[in-house]
């Protein structure tokens, strides 16, 4: 009985004592810096042809303005007792945890509209600890300094209607009317998009969103904001949908914005004020010609209908990013996978590495032998990477003919013999910022890092070693024509020219058909259908697939994968060969094929490419390599293994 007091003591003392935590948390709430929850922008996006793309104008219309049908909709699907609670539905709280605890999943959800809100305008989307509690402190704090009717008019401002934000604005897309004008079904049908846009978007799958309509209309039904016979009106209304993408816009061009936006808020000249208020002339480098290039090679070539995918398309030159897609379908997913994720590069990784060789002595024809490997590195640690498909030479290779197989066997020796730090510290000189660890397995691509990361440093190369930075923006103005930002294209001179240049060379091995002798260059396939020269490498791992490539007009980068990592087939590898291909050869149809100038101190050599000797009259496939005048190979050529620590793998 004592204990049984003793619990009953505690718990009302941390009862009451949670209630004054609660109410001097309101009381606090209220008067903090009051949150802004409308906020009017208008940035108008232009291309690089200075005509307008995007009126980023937010369509924001007062509760008044919208019919009656979505908020009772929104009310009864999304929050019951919105108009009861102060931001926090505890009993709904508690019964979704029972069922999650039961189901053993998380299945239902207990968020409410004020909780949405606050995630939606000043949060992401990551399920963490820290973004729970920034959620709930922000959730009282807009409870606390606005009433019920702003929260709700701000949320149907600023939804996500699959891709398209604000019930106006959707409302426009889906129907072509006002938000207040929405009958019975065509609201009911928008407010079960926010719920997941992928599955509930009617232009997607019209079967689920009539059943979201459904079981919206049901709900609607039971808390008697409708009749049965309103409800099996709406069912049976035939619906008109006008917002396809034939009828809109690209379904990417919404990530090219997303990434100018981006850019904007970094620009240190641009007033924060001025960024968030909007008003602003945003001039940018988008080529619609190049972004419609890049998603028609999507759609004819990316044959797996639920692999995402990422590019870039930048002009080496001077760092102008005009095109560029974060995903497959803006409408489907916004995550904008070009700039913000970052995932293992694999092999793309290894033209670092062999940049690095080149300034340590290396050649085109410096060879290690190809053969089942177990290295042994610090503190006797061993590590046993293996080729493709088992795939090796058991001979002396080149480095062209690693580069053209993608041999993982001669990076890795490559990678040891140099020293492991050589590779991160390439890596930073080449602007990667992504912690990278110095191992054996980083030259085979084992770190993350960013698409965006990546085509800027491949951008080095494709400027023969001046470094620039890629850009969205190249100017912003006021309402009033002042400029108040313009990109000044710094460049700088990072790379040896002439190192770069038969770095250049190298990879155009990929698809040289010279190279086909125990396996098969790794783009052999792209060989017949290039009109033009390039340097191109690919990379895979288990979950991702990606390609560079360029030349002295245009670098591109591509990424295939799962958000979720899961394991991808390689034909998917192979569909991004042929979609990078169509970009690039689309891109460049009236162009003349141009390559770089050879510098004055390298020399061409023809030598037999898998051994790297030099060419006799006997020899087949004979193929010019490029030297730093001194360098060319003698008619012996020396491995460097013995130089490296391994156990030879029988």
């Not at 001097?24 to 005509?51: C, M, P, S």
Request: aromatic residues 12%; hydrophobic residues 35%.
């Amino acid at each position: 009985m004592k204990i049984l007091k003793k619990i009953m003591k505690y718990s009302c003392f941390l009862f009451f004592f949670l209630v004054f935590i609660y109410i001097g948390l309101n009381i606090y709430a209220k008067y903090t810096t009051k949150l802004v929850i409308k906020n009017f922008k208008q940035h108008l996006i232009y291309d690089t042809n200075e005509e307008l793309v995007k009126d980023l104008s937010e369509a924001w219309v007062s509760l008044d303005n919208i019919s009656p049908n979505v908020i009772n909709a929104t009310i009864a699907i999304e929050d019951k007792k919105f108009y009861d609670h102060r931001g926090f539905d505890y009993l709904r709280i508690i019964k979704s945890m029972f069922i999650n605890i039961q189901s053993g999943s998380a299945k239902q959800g207990a968020s409410t509209i004020t909780q949405q809100l606050a995630k939606n305008l000043y949060l992401s989307f990551d399920k963490t600890w820290e973004r729970k509690i920034k959620e709930a402190w922000l959730t009282i704090q807009l409870e606390a300094q606005y009433d019920k009717d702003e929260i709700l008019e701000a949320y149907l401002n600023t939804i996500n209607y699959g891709g398209i934000y604000g019930i106006e604005a959707a409302s426009k897309y889906y129907f072509h009317k006002s938000a207040k004008d929405l009958n019975l079904a065509e609201a009911t049908i928008l407010v079960g998009i926010p719920k997941s846009p992928a599955n509930y978007s009617p232009l997607i799958n019209e079967n689920n969103a009539k059943d979201r309509q459904k079981l919206i209309l049901n709900a609607m039904l039971k808390q008697k904001y409708i009749t049965e016979e309103e409800m099996n009106d709406a069912l049976n209304t035939e619906l008109i949908y006008y917002g396809t993408p034939e009828d809109n816009e690209l379904k990417t061009l919404m990530y090219y914005q997303d990434a100018v936006m981006q850019e904007l808020a970094t620009i240190k000249e641009i007033p924060e004020q001025l960024k968030k208020d909007g008003n602003l002339k945003i001039y940018t480098y988008l080529d619609l010609d190049v972004q419609t290039i890049l998603e028609q090679a999507m759609d004819k070539n990316i044959r797996n209908p639920n692999i995402e995918l990422a590019s870039i398309v930048m002009i080496p030159e001077n760092g102008h990013i005009i095109a560029l897609t974060g995903g497959r379908n803006y409408s489907i997913s916004q995550y904008n996978r070009a700039i913000n994720a970052k995932r293992q590069v694999g092999s793309t990784m290894k033209p670092f590495l062999y940049y690095a060789a080149l300034e340590n002595g290396f050649t085109e024809s410096t060879t290690f032998t190809s053969e089942p490997t177990t290295f042994v590195f610090s503190q006797n640690q061993t590590y046993s990477p293996s080729n493709y498909k088992e795939n090796y030479g058991n001979k002396k290779i080149t480095m062209a003919a690693a580069l053209a197989y993608s041999d993982n066997i001669y990076a890795v020796k490559t990678h040891l013999f140099l020293g492991e730090n050589v590779l991160v510290e390439m890596a930073n000189r080449l602007g990667i910022n992504s912690t990278l660890a110095p191992n054996p397995s980083l030259a085979l691509g084992s770190s993350e890092i960013s698409l965006l990361e990546m085509t800027n440093a491949y951008s080095i190369f494709a400027n023969e070693g001046t470094k620039v930075t890629g850009k969205t923006i190249a100017k912003v103005e006021d309402m009033y024509g002042n400029v108040l930002y313009e990109n000044d294209e710094e460049t700088e001179p990072i790379l040896n020219k002439s190192l770069v240049y038969i770095l250049n060379e190298a990879l155009t091995s990929t698809y040289n058909y010279n190279f086909i002798d125990y396996n098969y260059p790794t783009c052999h396939d792209l060989t017949s259908s290039l009109n033009h020269k390039y340097a191109i490498k690919t990379g895979t791992t288990n979950s991702d697939h990606l390609i560079f490539g360029y030349n002295k007009k245009v670098v591109i980068g591509i990424w295939a994968g799962y958000d979720d990592s899961s394991e991808s087939d390689v034909s998917n590898g192979k569909d991004l060969r042929f979609m990078w291909r169509d970009i690039a050869e689309n891109y460049l149809k009236d162009e003349k094929d141009t390559w770089y100038d050879i510098p004055s101190n390298v020399v061409g050599t023809l030598v037999e490419p898998i051994s790297g000797e030099i060419a006799t009259n006997k020899t087949k496939n004979a193929t010019m390599f490029y030297y730093l005048k001194g360098t060319e190979p003698t008619y012996e050529t020396d491995t460097l293994d013995e130089l490296i620590p391994t156990i030879k793998t029988e």
